[in-house]
């Protein structure tokens, strides 16, 4: 990269990314090819500069347990429901990112409280979206229904045409692109401690691949209550008309 080019980056992340919602002051020693073009300059890096806004936004409301999702820098659902409770629970006003930046920054900025007690999910097997128990310890079991669906979709081998092969999900699945997803379900490591050390106890699995089956179902099944397939989002395009 050239260096003019490193000097104009650095630039506009000191200017145009405010730690708070009031802007920074640009200095006096920034280059005059910056400040004649600062427009343009502002309006080419806008998507460089939203994803690092977004991503300060997803480490501060993670840290508050608002947000269980990766920190990708991505608007999903899980940021959108993350960010509207956290405005709500701190009386905002607005959801803009410096808003909920600089609210999040506090010291008495508002923790997430604990999930509610799981919903029972029904055990009768005939729709996608039913659930039979989660099988007794020491079982090896055989999946069915939306947890068929979520887990070959999420570990499982893809097709061409983007669904999965039924079946072909894997109990020890490592995510290969840089997330700590793993499992069966491919629980990322926050998301596992909070619902399988924090709400079910099973503190000895470090990891979702490390748990055995029956314990993968079990977090799968809790999660699911608390939020449904919204938590498996970035498979959709595999899932998506199935559930």
């Known amino acids: 990269m050239h260096w003019k080019m490193i000097v104009i980056i650095a630039t506009l992340s000191a200017v145009f990314i405010p730690s ?6 640009i200095p006096e020693y920034i280059s005059p090819y910056v400040l ?22 997803q480490e501060l409301l993670q840290e508050l347990d608002w947000y269980i999702g990766e920190i990708d820098g991505i608007k999903g659902p899980l940021t959108k429901n993350a960010t509207e409770k956290f ?14 930046i600089e609210a999040a920054s506090h010291e008495d900025a508002p923790q997430a409280p604990a999930p509610p007690p799981p919903t029972p999910v029904p055990s009768t097997p005939s729709t996608a979206n039913s659930a039979s128990p989660a099988p007794a310890q020491g079982s090896s079991p055989s999946l069915s229904g939306h947890r068929l669906i979520i887990a070959d979709c999420e570990s499982g081998n893809h097709l061409a045409n983007g669904r999965a092969a039924r079946g072909s999900y894997n109990w020890n699945s490592i995510n290969q692109q840089g997330s700590s997803a793993s499992g069966a379900f491919q629980f990322i490591d926050s998301t596992w401690r909070w619902v399988a050390h924090d709400m079910l106890g099973y503190t000895q699995y470090p990891t979702a691949r490390s748990a055995p ?22 498979s959709s395009s595999c899932w998506s008309g199935l559930l």
């Open 36 to 57: 004649e073009h600062q427009e343009e300059l502002e309006e080419a890096f806008k998507p460089y500069l939203e994803e690092k806004l977004l991503i300060e936004k």
């Open 213 to 234: 089956p029956y314990v993968q179902i079990e977090a799968f099944d809790w999660l699911w209550a608390n939020g449904g397939k919204q938590h498996w989002s970035p």
């Open 87 to 100: 405005a709500e629970a701190a009386e905002l006003d607005s959801t803009d990112p410096e808003t909920i």
């Open 20 to 25: 708070t919602a009031h802007a920074r002051e």
